[in-house]
Nanobody
Framework: EVQLVESGGGLVQAGGSLRLSCETSGFTFDDYAIGWFRQAPGKEREGVSCTSRRDTDTYYADSVKGRFTISSDNAKNTVFLQMNSLKPEDTAVYYC????????????????????WGQGTQVTVSS
């Protein structure tokens, strides 16, 4: 059974940092692409960052480029999202998602390309 469990969310002041973790199980980590998405109240879910299988490629939304960093610990089957210089507009529920990448080393940037989702972790940035 595929499972994705996010953690690391919380309340932080503007300018602060948080590190989100997505612990995965139930699949061969090296064969899957992982993405981070977020959804603020009243807004659609949006892509934040994603990584291809084996971290050969990464993607960042323009709104987080230069502030967020995606990384993986293959030994722990875990993907991280380091978030620095946080802004109030980063407030949202953050989700990680996974999908089999087949033979492809590419990123998947839209939510409908993913098959498995975690339950989300709340990030609140106060001004």
């Amino acid at each position: 059974e595929v499972q994705l469990v996010e953690s690391g969310g919380g309340l932080v002041q503007a300018g602060g940092s948080l590190r989100l973790s997505c612990e995965t199980s139930g699949f061969t980590f090296d064969d899957y692409a992982i993405g981070w998405f977020r959804q603020a109240p009243g807004k659609e879910r949006e892509g934040v960052s994603c990584t291809s299988r084996r971290d050969t490629d990464t993607y960042y939304a323009d709104s987080v480029k230069g502030r967020f960093t995606i990384s993986s610990d293959n030994a722990k089957n875990t993907v991280f999202l380091q978030m620095n210089s946080l802004k109030p507009e980063d407030t949202a529920v953050y989700y990680c998602a996974a999908r089999s990448a087949g033979y492809y080393y590419r990123t998947y940037r839209t939510s409908n390309e993913y098959d498995y989702w975690g339950q989300g972790t709340q990030v609140t940035v106060s001004s």
